[in-house]
Nanobody, 123 residues
Framework: QVQLVESGGGLVQAGGSLRLSCAAS????????MGWFRQEPGKERKFVAA????????YYADSVKGRFTISRDNAKNTVYLQMNSLKPEDTAVYYC????????????????WGQGTQVTVSS
């Protein structure tokens, strides 16, 4: 079992930045591959970014490539999502999750999920 707690969401103007954090309770966090997803009301949860357990491998959805950066600090059991040049279409609830697979963009590959944090980008 693992608990994931996201934070850092909020309201920001278009062009602004936010950094999301996801703190994990599991002591084996350093061996977990991690991902960020987002979900708009009434829509499916979509892949945003993923990072391997070591932090060496990172993967991004085309829609965020060049604007978002995923990273992790295994000493702090935390994964981050730095979001720059935000657009109104980035508005969603953002979730972090753990996976035994690396680089997967499928929600089915992820085992544990956080409760989500709201990101709202105004135009």
């Amino acid at each position: 079992q693992v608990q994931l707690v996201e934070s850092g969401g909020g309201l920001v103007q278009a062009g602004g930045s936010l950094r999301l954090s996801c703190a994990a309770s599991r002591r084996t966090f350093s061996t977990d591959n991690m991902g960020w997803f987002r979900q708009e009301p009434g829509k499916e949860r979509k892949f945003v970014a993923a990072i391997t357990w070591s932090g060496v491998g990172t993967y991004y959805a085309d829609s965020v490539k060049g604007r978002f950066t995923i990273s992790r600090d295994n000493a702090k059991n935390t994964v981050y999502l730095q979001m720059n040049s935000l657009k109104p279409e980035d508005t969603a609830v953002y979730y972090c999750a753990t996976s035994r697979l690396y680089g997967s963009s499928s929600t089915g590959a992820y085992d544990y999920w956080g409760q989500g944090t709201q990101v709202t980008v105004s135009s």
